[in-house]
């Protein structure tokens, strides 16, 4: 590829990428892409908590150092954790250290126990979109909500589940993370592809 090509495809990607290697790769394989995976998504939630007021690339960084310090997101290992527990994660310099988030972490981790029981928490998060990707249309990023009256909803129902540090604006990250919404600009080379990815979805 061409250093011209190779500019001219950076610069279609969705503007918030930049050109670091970590981050182009995250939003070239992993943003938007669909998961149903109920640990997977447990992460992404987590993750997602504790970027609130950082950049995600910061997080991105971290991310080998917050599965390391949380027991590769075992939630039922995290559910059962304590002070100590608490006390060794804001030791690590492996991840963000803060007490809130941490401690949120660990009471998300008892709700996903009791809610993966029953309905289970992908099944829980895609009964919200009728199991397929909101596919939406955007052609600049400034364009995109950072809330939803949907991402509201959800927030309201996983606090009543007993989730904490899942505000509408994270759970709206959360769901363009998780695919559960189509975000990549429509000149976005990954945008056609994301869409393909979403009528998979509707045929399962």
Known sequence: MSEKTMV????????????DPLYVDYHDTEWGVPQHDSRVLFETLVLESFQSGLSWLTI???????????????????????????????????????????????????????????????????NFVDGSPLQNRFTAIADIPSETPLSKQISSELKKRGFTFCGPKTVYAFMQAAGMVNDHVVDCPCYERTVSLGRECKSQ
């Open 60 to 126: 991105l960084k971290k991310r080998e150092g917050f599965r390391k310090a949380f027991a590769g997101f075992d939630a039922e290992a995290i559910a059962g954790w304590g002070d100590s527990d608490v006390a060794r994660l804001l030791a690590d310099p492996g991840i963000v250290r803060h007490r809130g988030k941490i401690r949120a972490t660990i009471a998300n981790a008892k709700a996903w126990v009791a809610l993966e029981r029953d309905p289970g928490f992908s099944a829980f998060l895609w």
């Open 8 to 19: 001219r495809t950076m610069a279609e990607r969705c503007g918030w990428v930049g050109q």
